[in-house]
């Protein structure tokens, strides 16, 4: 599919969630049931992925090819987060998932060279499971993701009159994250936090009142504590759309209306806590005007996966999404 490039205009492509698995993270099996001693648990677990989320999270290296393949020319692409698995649940700091996001980072940057724009997603620094709470936040996963994967954790890049900027939601959101960190960590994550904070305060303050801004950020979580800093709130109304990811599916991303507003649950876990704190917060989420970029594969259950291509001129942005067909699930 070719993407054209109108006099005047730029052609962005978006991709996110690719979560590419190297042959180390393929040899692992049952890692999301490992550790969790109720049967119940379990067996939720399982039909969630089987029949909703991925049956095999393992089995879809062939959609970022396919990607490749068709997605065209761009004048700049845009990688919005979770380049590995993240089967161990630390991040990169986990030999096997820096491998796979090496890997996966290695053939965007070998097509699109300088023109890629890689931006933190959560299952680089690591997160608990869903309900197994195994794993976390590490600070040595900043280090490789920054210093080896060559992740900027905050950047601007103007395109006309638009200003693209990528945040790393789990730092601005790190509120509900914390929880997730280890102990002896947790002054030196508020600490990047702080940092990472006053850098994209910054870029918004420099952005022009006849400016428009377009904003990348993973994990939709973040957009209430972007809105409560005085800085950022001011230019708010500036924002055409927010690319979200992270929720992979409109399946999930239509179910947030709904349940936005809800209290947080603590009986089943860090990871159902962290994801019930986000929709607590997420009637926040619309001043921003959220667009999903969905998974390279979607859904189990509607296979709705794939990529984004984004004009920008002068009258605006026009985003047009493309599907990614699947083919029978192999490793």
């Given at each position: 599919?070719?993407?054209?490039?109108?006099?005047?205009?730029?052609?962005?492509?978006?991709?996110?969630?690719?979560?590419?698995?190297?042959?180390?993270?393929?040899?692992?099996?049952?890692?999301?049931?490992?550790?969790?001693?109720?049967?119940?648990?379990?067996?939720?677990?399982?039909?969630?992925?089987?029949?909703?989320?991925?049956?095999?999270?393992?089995?879809?290296?062939?959609?970022?090819?396919?990607?490749?393949?068709?997605?065209?020319?761009?004048?700049?692409?845009?990688?919005?987060?979770?380049?590995?698995?993240?089967?161990?649940?630390?991040?990169?700091?986990?030999?096997?998932?820096?491998?796979?996001?090496?890997?996966?980072?290695?053939?965007l940057r070998a097509r699109f060279g300088e023109k890629l724009r890689a931006v933190m997603g959560d299952h680089e620094l690591g997160k608990s499971s869903?309900?197994?709470?195994?794993?976390?936040?590490?600070?040595?996963?900043?280090?490789?993701?920054?210093?080896?994967?060559?992740?900027?954790?905050?950047?601007?890049?103007?395109?006309?009159?638009?200003?693209?900027?990528?945040?790393?939601?789990?730092?601005?959101?790190?509120?509900?994250?914390?929880?997730?960190?280890?102990?002896?960590?947790?002054?030196?994550?508020?600490?990047?936090?702080?940092?990472?904070?006053?850098?994209?305060?910054?870029?918004?303050?420099?952005?022009?009142?006849?400016?428009?801004?377009?904003?990348?950020?993973?994990?939709?979580?973040?957009l209430p504590f972007l809105a409560a800093d005085r800085v950022i709130e001011k230019k708010v109304s500036q924002i055409e759309r927010t690319i979200i990811?992270?929720?992979?599916?409109?399946?999930?991303?239509?179910?947030?209306?709904?349940?936005?507003?809800?209290?947080?649950?603590?009986?089943?876990?860090?990871?159902?806590?962290?994801?019930?704190?986000?929709?607590?917060?997420?009637?926040?989420?619309?001043?921003?005007?959220?667009?999903?970029?969905?998974?390279?594969?979607?859904?189990?259950?509607?296979?709705?996966?794939?990529?984004?291509?984004?004009?920008?001129?002068?009258?605006?942005?026009?985003?047009?999404?493309?599907?990614?067909?699947?083919?029978?699930?192999?490793?």
């Amino acid at each position: 599919m070719k993407h054209s490039s109108a006099a005047g205009s730029q052609t962005v492509l978006i991709l996110s969630d690719v979560h590419y698995a190297c042959a180390a993270e393929r040899a692992r099996t049952n890692y999301e049931v490992a550790g969790i001693n109720r049967p119940l648990v379990k067996l939720m677990l399982r039909f969630w992925r089987r029949y909703l989320w991925l049956a095999d999270p393992f089995a879809h290296n062939y959609l970022l090819d396919r990607f490749l393949e068709k997605c065209g020319a761009a004048d700049l692409v845009v990688a919005n987060g979770d380049y590995s698995c993240d089967s161990a649940f630390i991040g990169v700091s986990d030999a096997p998932s820096r491998e796979s996001a090496m890997e996966c980072l290695g053939k965007l940057r070998a097509r699109f060279g300088e023109k890629l724009r890689a931006v933190m997603g959560d299952h680089e620094l690591g997160k608990s499971s869903l309900a197994g709470n195994a794993g976390g936040l590490r600070l040595e996963s900043f280090r490789v993701a920054t210093e080896q994967l060559k992740i900027e954790p905050a950047w601007e890049q103007r395109v006309g009159r638009h200003v693209l900027i990528g945040v790393t939601s789990t730092l601005i959101a790190f509120d509900v994250y914390q929880r997730d960190a280890l102990p002896e960590e947790l002054a030196q994550w508020k600490r990047l936090r702080d940092e990472h904070f006053e850098k994209v305060r910054e870029m918004f303050a420099k952005v022009d009142a006849g400016d428009r801004i377009i904003l990348f950020c993973h994990d939709p979580t973040a957009l209430p504590f972007l809105a409560a800093d005085r800085v950022i709130e001011k230019k708010v109304s500036q924002i055409e759309r927010t690319i979200i990811g992270h929720l992979h599916t409109d399946l999930v991303f239509w179910n947030t209306r709904w349940l936005a507003g809800c209290p947080p649950i603590r009986l089943f876990g860090k990871g159902v806590f962290r994801i019930s704190c986000g929709l607590n917060r997420a009637r926040g989420w619309r001043p921003f005007r959220p667009l999903l970029c969905p998974s390279l594969a979607g859904s189990q259950l509607l296979k709705d996966g794939g990529y984004y291509s984004l004009r920008i001129s002068d009258a605006g942005a026009d985003f047009t999404r493309h599907r990614l067909k699947w083919e029978k699930q192999t490793r």
